[in-house]
Structures are given as structure tokens and as C-alpha cells.
């Protein structure tokens, strides 16, 4: 599989122990990952509630490349600490990588959220919209959580300058 799950390669390796205002400690890494946005305490009952937490998790990605971002919901919609991008995804998916795709969130849902679902974003600079990219991606994603029982729960388009809903 040649596209890659994002990580910071520069990140610290070594954690900070940090007290906070009630004395307790937490731990804490300098770097990018403090700026991350806080997971939604509701659930996402729609796909605009999933539009919106796309937007606030991609960010300034969205002037990247070609990328999937996943969202782990589980069977209330509530939101999974877990989003995995994926970045540098070729533009026509590939079946077999999508599936792999798929079976492994499945795998995910069945033991910490059984009946939970995904969310996509599929994220492109010039996207954001129902272009050759979105259309592709989406029907891929589409057929392998069919065929491998993995609920859909929205698929969002997102792109520099705009934004939609594909579909639930």
C-alpha cells in the first residue's frame, strides 16, 4: 500500500509530566498534536454534525494532498477517540486497498463499538465538492463496507474553499 497514515516525524519521543489546576498530573509532548480540536461530548446525529467535525479535524490539510480522513463512531454517534488519516491516496482508489481499508475499521467497530459506523472525508485542495476524485472514492468506499457489513455513516467532500455533504 503505497499512502500512509499522517504522523509528525519530528514529534518528541520523550512525554512531559504536566499538573493542571486541580493538581492532577497528565502528560503532555510539545508539538503540533496540542492544537488538536476536543472530540465532540454529543453525538453526531447527522451528516452536517459530521461536515462540521471534518472541517474542525482537517483543518489547514485541506490545501493538501489527496488524503481520507476516517471518524470512528459508535453505535450512538458518538464519536471514537480515534481519526485516522490517510494521506497521499491515489486519485482513481484502488478495491483491494479500500477493502483493507474497511476490514480494518470493521475490525475496530466490532470490538469497541459494535453496530458503531465510519465517516469519510475525503479532502483534496481543489475538492470540496462532487468532482471525478469524490465520485471514485466514494463509490469505492460505498461497495467495501457493503460487502464487508461495515455501516457508512457520511461520506463529506472537503477542499480549500468549499465543502458538502455526499451522502450518508
Not at 120 to 132: K, P
Amino acid at each position: 500500500m503505497s499512502w500512509h497514515a499522517a504522523r509528525d516525524v519530528d514529534a518528541p519521543s520523550r512525554l512531559e509530566p504536566m499538573d493542571f489546576h486541580d493538581g492532577s498530573p497528565r502528560w503532555a509532548a510539545p508539538g503540533p498534536d496540542d492544537d488538536l480540536p476536543q472530540i465532540p461530548t454529543h453525538p453526531l446525529r447527522d451528516v452536517d454534525d459530521v461536515l462540521e467535525v471534518a472541517l474542525s479535524l482537517v483543518g489547514p490539510e485541506r490545501a493538501g494532498p489527496p488524503a481520507l480522513w476516517i471518524v470512528l463512531l459508535d453505535a450512538d454517534g458518538m464519536m471514537l477517540p480515534v481519526v485516522l488519516p490517510l494521506v497521499g491516496v491515489p486519485l482513481q482508489p484502488d478495491a483491494v486497498q479500500v477493502r483493507q481499508v474497511v476490514v480494518a475499521m470493521g475490525d475496530v467497530l466490532a470490538h469497541d463499538a459494535p453496530g458503531g459506523s465510519i465517516a469519510v472525508a475525503l479532502v483534496r485542495a481543489a475538492g470540496g465538492d462532487r468532482g471525478a476524485f469524490e465520485r471514485a472514492w466514494e463509490h469505492a468506499l460505498r461497495v467495501a463496507c457493503d460487502d464487508q457489513g461495515v455501516r457508512l455513516s457520511a461520506v463529506v467532500a472537503v477542499g480549500e474553499h468549499r465543502a458538502r455533504v455526499l451522502g450518508p
